[in-house]
């Protein structure tokens, strides 16, 4: 699932980054590789930014950048 289809203060870990190399790089460089356990904060209306807890910190992504990442739910 796409990390725009969690809800909100869902748990979920990230799969993999299915976007252009150098959004993947920087992606990486900001700590999102694979088996991180992230949390879906906020949600802007009319498909504003995500702000997600990764790794102790909180960032805000684009939704179309977010789209790309791949993510599963934590039970």
Do not use: W
Not at 21 to 31: N, P, S, T
Not at 62 to 69: D, G, H
Request: net charge positive; hydrophobic share 45%.
């Amino acid at each position: 699932m796409k990390m725009t289809e969690l809800k909100k203060y869902q748990e979920a870990k990230i799969v993999s980054l299915n976007c252009p190399q150098f959004l993947k790089l920087r992606l990486l460089e900001l700590g999102f590789t694979p088996d991180t356990t992230i949390v879906l904060l906020r949600k802007a209306l009319f498909h504003g930014p995500i702000e997600i807890s990764i790794r102790g910190s909180i960032l805000a992504l684009r939704q179309k950048e977010a789209e790309n990442i791949e993510v599963e739910p934590c039970l």
